[in-house]
């Protein structure tokens, strides 16, 4: 997989136009059906999730859907740094965002912002593409209810 590393290092610098080069990678729970990594140059870091090169259209659904989401201005997601496929691997890179518990008042705006996410016009339901919800497909047909 070193190969699949040096990769990513090309990718980050040929996105943010400054030199990457990985010093560590840090392995994060919670991802049983796509490792996922956090990765850092000893100044930036970076979250990277990892799968085998036919998982990409998930990769790219999952992509999709958070720029759909960053669209609306009403749920912090973490910016999209980029996938792809490298070494025999499918990825998908983001911002590393530190999740720590916020109390209560970060409850509540969050709270606020997914009802400001839901209150976003929309003719009818449904999305453009399939995605997954973790390894259960979610069908996104239109439809008017």
């Not at 560590?24 to 490792?35: D, E, F, S, T, V």
């Not at 792809?84 to 965002?97: F, I, K, Q, T």
């Amino acid at each position: 997989m070193t190969d699949f590393w040096t990769a990513l290092e090309h990718h980050i610098h040929a996105v943010t136009g400054q030199p990457f080069v990985i010093r560590q990678r840090q392995p994060l729970g919670g991802g049983g059906i796509n490792p996922a990594w956090r990765v850092n140059d000893g100044q930036r870091v970076f979250f990277v999730k990892v799968n085998a090169a036919a998982g990409l259209p998930r990769f790219e659904a999952e992509a999709a859907g958070l720029a759909e989401l960053a669209a609306t201005r009403t749920v912090r997601v973490p910016e999209l740094m980029g996938h792809g496929v490298a070494a025999e691997h499918a990825w998908l890179m983001l911002e590393y965002l530190p999740l720590v518990s916020g109390g209560t008042r970060a409850m509540e705006k969050f709270g606020r912002s997914l009802a400001a996410l839901h209150a976003q016009p929309r003719k009818g339901f449904g999305w453009h593409r399939d995605n997954a919800i973790g390894a259960t497909l979610q069908l996104n047909a239109y439809c008017d209810n």
